[in-house]
Nanobody, 120 residues
């Protein structure tokens, strides 16, 4: 059973930064595209960023220039560096992993999520 464990969420003021981490139970090299999604209260889950096995990244328009997704095979971890945070970034952030590739593949595995709250 594949598990994805997120960490790094919390409360931050607008304009601040947070670093989210995702550590899978298996080797990160066994996955194709990995990424981050978020779900705000009362809204659907949306893509935030994905990163392919070849380290090509894809971002939602709302986070371009502020968020950076990276993948460290040596540390077996995927990261989401979030800068210049806004109150509208408040959501539960989920790590996801696909067996396939490409910028927006079907995600086969999901973490339980970590809450990010941005105060104004």
């Amino acid at each position: 059973q594949v598990q994805l464990v997120e960490s790094g969420g919390g409360l931050v003021q607008a304009g601040g930064s947070l670093l989210l981490s995702c550590a899978p139970s298996g080797s990160i090299a066994s996955f194709g595209t990995m990424g981050w999604y978020r779900q705000a209260p009362g809204k659907q889950r949306d893509l935030v960023a994905t990163i392919t096995r070849g380290a090509n990244t894809n971002y939602a328009e709302s986070v371009k220039g502020r968020f950076t997704c990276s993948r460290d095979n040596n540390k077996n971890t995927v990261y989401l560096q979030m800068n210049s945070l806004k109150p509208e970034d408040t959501a539960v952030y989920y790590c996801a992993a696909s067996k396939g590739g490409g910028p927006r593949p079907y995600m086969d595995y999901w973490g339980k999520g970590t809450l990010v709250t941005v105060s104004s």
